[in-house]
């Protein structure tokens, strides 16, 4: 795959303000660019800068918190039925070890075999207040954070896989913003403004647009909607 020849920050910048100056022309522009194409860089910004690496991460992040959830409700179940044994007249070593009392849970794989210990020695649990409904509780518990360790599993392969993805934005606003900047010079050079031609001009420059530039592009609009151009204002 070629090389893009703008580093992702650079092609983020200039991607935008050509984006934005599209958008504020369009009236005047639409007619020269491909179809879509203002479209198409709002998509492959986003893909850049936001919807394919931040997606990956922010859905690694909820699943991270979905799984932490699940594990500290399961942690508090089990140590909700340790305070019953352990505050159980006459609880024997046998229940008392049954349901780990005095051991840590420091990892879900530990949370898990201690609901596995407690379900193979539920009867003789029972006498402590460890009855049916508990233990069932705690096997929905471990199933479902079995499902959120998967599917954490699968939310961090989802973001390692957005390089190719992040590397095929970047190379889409590099054409994108050479055919913007192109047939805005051209429209804008048969318009007689020089000025805009040559902010057109600027996206591809060596130094990219300008601060000037990047001001008069203002914020991004609606790309489906082109902006009119302002009625000129008659004076009587």
Known sequence: MTKPRWDQTDALRRGKTASRLAAKKATVLDPFLSPGAREALLEARARLGDESAIKALGNQKTQTAAK????ERLEALIMAARNA????DGATQ?????VGIGERLPTDAKRLEQ????????DILVSCGIIAPVVEAMIVGAGQ???????????????ADTTEERLDAHLTIQRLVDEISSRG?????????EVLAARFDRLVSTEGPTAEDEQEAGEDENPTTPT????PVVTP
């Open 94 to 98: 046998e229940q008392r070890t049954a």
């Open 85 to 88: 044994v352990d505050r159980t």
């Open 228 to 231: 009119p151009e302002p009625t």
């Open 185 to 193: 010079r051209l429209a804008f050079t048969m318009a007689g403004d």
């Open 68 to 71: 932490s959830d699940a594990a």
């Open 115 to 122: 609901v596995e210990r407690i379900v193979k020695n539920r």
């Open 145 to 159: 954070l079995r499902i959120r360790m998967a599917e954490q599993g699968q939310a961090m392969d989802e973001r």
